[in-house]
T-cell receptor, first 117, second 113 residues
Framework: DAGVTQSPTHLIKTRGQHVTLRCSPI?????VSWYQQVLGQGPQFIFQ???????GRGNFPDRFSARQFPNYSSELNVNALLLGDSALYLC????????????????FGPGTRLLVL | AQSVTQLGSHVSVSEGALVLLRCNYS??????LFWYVQYPNQGLQLLLK??????LVKGINGFEAEFKKSETSFHLTKPSAHMSDAAEYFC???????????FGSGTRLQVQP
């Protein structure tokens, strides 16, 4: 079975531009989460989506937004890019049981590396 | 609130030596704990997870971790290091009430020949 897939793998943008990152979850997984990993740090939670609704949000500005589609794939959008947005953006998929229990383990994709110049 | 502390940003061992990567967590409710590995220029791969079923958890590639509630620790070990184990390792915590993973800052493992 295919794992989590993300596109593109690499992206270079300039300050002020907008970017869209895409993610397809593992087949059968209905929840998608997004994380930002700045060089030298652990991943930081941005969003979680289930059934096209936002189910969790981390401490990120409103320039960051996301959505989930009926096929459970997801997009992360970042507006007005800043140099500090340069990072590896990771998507994770998980089953959703409703209880938030151990079954909802997150599996990560390879990430999209964004460089803002 | 939940948090994770990984002691030692860099650990260097000789090939064949014991690997010990330290992780301490803070959580006000029973946690789920995870170890992920990240190879250069790749995403995160799940090594193992603690879900309260057993305190000693075995994972892939010969790694295991022991949950010690009294010490709030979940250290990762491997009896004999291999060159292919060189990577960055992240400990993460989650609880039933909060689905988002909280990660530690990571430990880079270097394996010397």
């Amino acid at each position: 079975d295919a794992g989590v897939t993300q596109s593109p793998t690499h992206l270079i943008k300039t300050r002020g531009q907008h970017v869209t990152l895409r993610c397809s979850p593992i087949s059968g997984h209905k929840s998608v989460s997004w994380y930002q990993q700045v060089l030298g740090q652990g991943p930081q939670f941005i969003f979680q989506y289930y059934e096209k609704e936002e189910r969790g949000r981390g401490n990120f500005p409103d320039r960051f937004s996301a959505r989930q589609f009926p096929n459970y794939s997801s997009e992360l959008n970042v507006n007005a890019l800043l140099l500090g947005d340069s990072a590896l953006y990771l998507c994770a998929s998980s089953p959703w049981t409703g209880g938030g229990g151990a079954e909802e383990t997150q599996y990560f994709g390879p990430g999209t590396r964004l460089l803002v110049l | 609130a939940q948090s994770v502390t990984q002691l030692g940003s860099h650990v260097s061992v000789s090939e064949g030596a014991l690997v010990l990567l330290r992780c301490n967590y803070s959580s006000s409710v029973p946690p789920y704990l995870f170890w992920y590995v990240q190879y250069p220029n790749q995403g995160l791969q799940l090594l193992l997870k603690y879900t309260s079923a057993a305190t000693l958890v075995k994972g892939i590639n010969g790694f295991e971790a022991e949950f010690k509630k009294s010490e709030t620790s979940f250290h990762l070990t491997k009896p004999s290091a291999h060159m292919s184990d060189a990577a960055e390792y992240f400990c993460a915590v989650r609880t039933t009430g909060r689905r988002a993973l909280t990660f530690g800052s990571g430990t880079r493992l270097q394996v010397q020949p």
